[in-house]
Every structure is written in structure tokens, then in C-alpha cells.
């Protein structure tokens, strides 16, 4: 079977994303890297103006080390000629899995080379742009989005900071097939739910979830999944959907007492 991986490289991610590659390096055969601070989301500049009016300091303090940190401390490395850090883009060199960044998933080109690359499926693992018809249907079998949540209840964006406001700590990862462009909403293949987790950070939260997903994929992937051997189909209206939080929301966290991040999210 031939994979095609799409995700965005976070500091929650790396290692769960990472230790996947390792284990499927055969299958995979192209992996898509999307740059959240991209053009076409207004830029780093233009974003962190944004964050820092909209939703305050912490927030974008938490986008910061989730995004940012990583690459600063892969620099940092570099110079005094230590490894740190190893990134999603370094692994694959390793394997010779071709990647590709890109601040566009639906152009031409990406299309034409999952076609080209003979892919079976598109995974996807938190990446943060909604792909079109066209590149739905150009992988063979189809796309399945590896969403962390245990849907339908937080759709959308920063499924475990929501998860754990709204969702009373109830983690997952769901698997499920994606049909057209409706986020996180298509035919459940299968879900792990994941309690009893504890951290005194989102990103420390994150981390723990996020390391249950090279399991996940394993049992999709290997399970050989048919459209007709669903779990279930959850109607995407009795769930939850989550964009970017409002103050209201960080509030609610603040007082939980849990923070975005502390300081030894930077070292780990």
C-alpha cells in the first residue's frame, strides 16, 4: 500500500509523527509539511499581532513554543554542531521519502504527484488546511484524517485544549474517512478513547495523546479498511466544532489552573 502523510510539525506532534514514518517508511512514500505561518494565513507577523489582541499573551505564547521552538532550537544545535531535535523532514531524508512544503495542499502539482506517486490513501494528522475534491480523488482508495478527539465532539481546531474545557477530559483519536471538505465529519473507520490523562500543560497533554496515534495508524492502515466495515457514521450535528478560543474560553482555563505551556515544555 502506498501512503501519502500530510501534517503540520509541532512540538506535540514530532515524536508521534516521527515514530510513525519509522515504522511505515516502506509505505509512505510522500509526506506533505504545511507552514502555519504561511502568506496565505496573513504571515508571522500579521498572525502574532492577531493572537496577541484576540486571545492574549498566553495563547500566542503556547503557538510559539508548539511551532516556533522546535526550528530555534534546531538552529541553535547547529551551531554549536550537537543534534537536537531531529525534525519530520530529517527523518524522511533518512528514509529517501520525498517532501514536499507547501502553503497550498490543493494545487495542481500536489495532485498530479499523488497520482504520479500511485498513492492508495492520504493520511492526515493535524494539518491545519482542508483539501478539495480534486485532491480527494486523485489518491486511489481515498483520504482518512486521523483527528485527535474522540468525535463527533470537538471538530475543528486544537481538539485537546476543547477536549478538556468542554468534553469533561475525555481524549481520542478518531479515524475517518474524508468525503469532501467538511471538517472532521466523514464516516468514523475507528477511535480510541483515551482517559485519565494528566499534565499541567496543554502542550504537556498534547504530547500524551498525540503519542497514541502511531498505534492508531498501525491498526488502520494494517486492518486493510473497506468503506462497508465502518464503525459508524456520526452525524457531525450532534458533536461539537471548535475554532481558534475566545477569551472567554482562555479564561475558563486559566481557571481550571492548567496553563498553555510551562517551562519545561521547552526542554523536552
Not at 514530532?14 to 502568506?39: G, Q
Not at 477511535?191 to 496543554?202: A, K, R, T, W
Amino acid at each position: 500500500m502506498n501512503l501519502a502523510l500530510c501534517n503540520v510539525e509541532s512540538i506535540s506532534t514530532r515524536m508521534a509523527v516521527i515514530r510513525a514514518i519509522r515504522e511505515h517508511h516502506a509505505s509512505i512514500k510522500l509526506v506533505i509539511l504545511s507552514n502555519v505561518y504561511n502568506e496565505k494565513n496573513g504571515g508571522f507577523v500579521k498572525q502574532l499581532a492577531t493572537n496577541l489582541t484576540k486571545r492574549g499573551l498566553a495563547f500566542t505564547g503556547y503557538l510559539f513554543v508548539s511551532f516556533c521552538w522546535p526550528s530555534i532550537i534546531r538552529r541553535l544545535a547547529r551551531i554549536v554542531k550537537k543534534n537536537s531535535m531531529i525534525s519530520v523532514e530529517e527523518i524522511c531524508e533518512r528514509f529517501s521519502i520525498p517532501v514536499i512544503r507547501t502553503n497550498n495542499v490543493n494545487a495542481d502539482n500536489i495532485a498530479a504527484l499523488i497520482r504520479e506517486k500511485d498513492i492508495d490513501i492520504i493520511t492526515i494528522f493535524y494539518f491545519d488546511q482542508i483539501l478539495t475534491q480534486p485532491l480527494i480523488d486523485s489518491a486511489k482508495i481515498g483520504v482518512i484524517n486521523f483527528h485527535p478527539s474522540y468525535l463527533p465532539k470537538c471538530r475543528g481546531l486544537f481538539p485537546v485544549f476543547y477536549s478538556f474545557l468542554f468534553n469533561g477530559g475525555k481524549f481520542g483519536i478518531s479515524a475517518h474517512w474524508v468525503d469532501d471538505t467538511r471538517v472532521d465529519a466523514g464516516p468514523i473507520i475507528y477511535q480510541v478513547e483515551i482517559l485519565n490523562v494528566s499534565g499541567s500543560s496543554i502542550i504537556e497533554l498534547e504530547r500524551k495523546i498525540f503519542s497514541r496515534f502511531p498505534q492508531v495508524f498501525k491498526t488502520v492502515i494494517h486492518a486493510w479498511i473497506d468503506r462497508d466495515s465502518l464503525i459508524k457514521s456520526h452525524n457531525h450535528k450532534e458533536g461539537s466544532y471548535f475554532s481558534y478560543p475566545t477569551r472567554y474560553e482562555i479564561n475558563e482555563l486559566k481557571k481550571t489552573g492548567l496553563v498553555f505551556f510551562s517551562l519545561k515544555d521547552f526542554f523536552r
